[in-house]
């Protein structure tokens, strides 16, 4: 039994059980609770990612390992984020998705050694894609958010007031932030793929490399509609679930069929 994903799934249960009870609690603030359990859940977490990631023969990185490292990244920023303003259901979510990664790579662990340190620029791609993929995953549980808020005004039903949800404007200001700071790093992402990896365009992994700019572009053209054009709302909101949708498929898609269901 793999006891420190047990650990960190019981202090993850622990995370989303206060952030409910905050998001139940209309006037209640960010607590020190939360950042404390938090903390120690992603302690957890880094250690897990060490001892199973970083072994002798290699950097382990299989699809749940890599999707836990990302899930690390997301619960972290989110933890930091949520510092600062009402993130809603951001931390409930995100810490939801922490335990089933747990649950799941304890019950299905995988090996696909690699060897990042001989050569670095390849291990730079992966830091800017997994933090570009981080970023604008925050940013499409912004944008779900806002969906949600958009379609009980348009509906005239107010919003759940039993809910601590931020106003619509602070969500549809940290959705554009994130889209923005995460279109950086997804640019860069794309770059170093081009300059340093020479199988981008391979075969093999062809499809990665579309699907990302095609993201790429959707991502772009949000912020050039936002910022030229003005484009706000529903609009904006399902576009940006759609390039997120594309994003994770093209990072996870064909390595979650060949190492899960083909396995």
């Given at each position: 039994?793999?006891?420190?994903?047990?650990?960190?799934?019981?202090?993850?249960?622990?995370?989303g059980c206060?952030?409910?009870?905050?998001?139940?609690?209309?006037?209640?603030?960010?607590?020190?609770?939360?950042?404390?359990?938090?903390?120690?859940?992603?302690?957890?977490?880094?250690?897990?990612?060490?001892?199973?990631?970083?072994?002798?023969?290699?950097?382990?990185?299989?699809?749940?390992?890599?999707?836990?490292?990302?899930?690390?990244?997301?619960?972290?920023?989110?933890?930091?984020?949520?510092?600062?303003?009402?993130?809603?259901?951001?931390?409930?979510?995100?810490?939801?998705?922490?335990?089933?990664?747990?649950?799941?790579?304890?019950?299905?662990?995988?090996?696909?050694?690699?060897?990042?340190?001989?050569?670095?620029?390849?291990?730079?791609?992966?830091?800017?894609?997994?933090?570009?993929?981080?970023?604008?995953?925050?940013?499409?549980?912004?944008?779900?958010?806002?969906?949600?808020?958009?379609?009980?005004?348009?509906?005239?039903?107010?919003?759940?007031?039993?809910?601590?949800?931020?106003?619509?404007?602070?969500?549809?200001?940290?959705?554009?932030?994130?889209?923005?700071?995460?279109?950086?790093?997804?640019?860069c992402a794309?770059?170093?793929?081009?300059?340093?990896?020479?199988?981008?365009?391979?075969?093999?992994?062809?499809?990665?490399?579309?699907?990302?700019?095609?993201?790429?572009?959707?991502?772009?053209?949000?912020?050039?509609?936002?910022?030229?054009?003005?484009?706000r709302g529903?609009?904006?909101?399902?576009?940006?679930?759609?390039?997120?949708?594309?994003?994770?498929?093209?990072?996870?898609?064909?390595?979650?069929?060949?190492?899960?269901?083909?396995?």
């Amino acid at each position: 039994m793999d006891y420190l994903a047990l650990l960190g799934t019981v202090f993850y249960l622990l995370c989303g059980c206060l952030a409910i009870n905050k998001l139940l609690q209309p006037r209640s603030a960010f607590n020190k609770w939360i950042l404390g359990t938090s903390s120690l859940a992603l302690i957890i977490h880094g250690i897990w990612l060490y001892q199973n990631i970083f072994l002798i023969s290699g950097q382990n990185l299989p699809i749940l390992n890599v999707l836990s490292l990302a899930s690390f990244v997301i619960a972290l920023l989110s933890v930091l984020v949520s510092r600062r303003l009402n993130t809603g259901v951001l931390l409930p979510v995100v810490f939801a998705f922490n335990i089933l990664n747990f649950i799941a790579v304890a019950h299905l662990p995988g090996r696909y050694i690699t060897h990042l340190e001989s050569n670095p620029q390849v291990g730079a791609h992966i830091i800017l894609a997994l933090l570009a993929y981080a970023i604008l995953s925050i940013a499409s549980l912004f944008a779900l958010q806002l969906a949600y808020l958009d379609y009980r005004l348009k509906s005239r039903k107010a919003p759940l007031t039993q809910l601590n949800l931020p106003p619509l404007m602070t969500l549809e200001k940290s959705l554009f932030q994130f889209i923005s700071v995460g279109f950086v790093l997804l640019s860069c992402a794309l770059i170093t793929g081009f300059i340093f990896l020479e199988d981008f365009f391979a075969s093999g992994s062809a499809h990665k490399a579309i699907l990302s700019i095609l993201a790429w572009i959707i991502y772009a053209v949000i912020l050039w509609g936002h910022f030229s054009k003005g484009w706000r709302g529903r609009l904006i909101i399902y576009i940006t679930i759609l390039a997120s949708s594309i994003l994770s498929l093209a990072y996870f898609g064909s390595r979650f069929v060949k190492e899960i269901i083909l396995t």
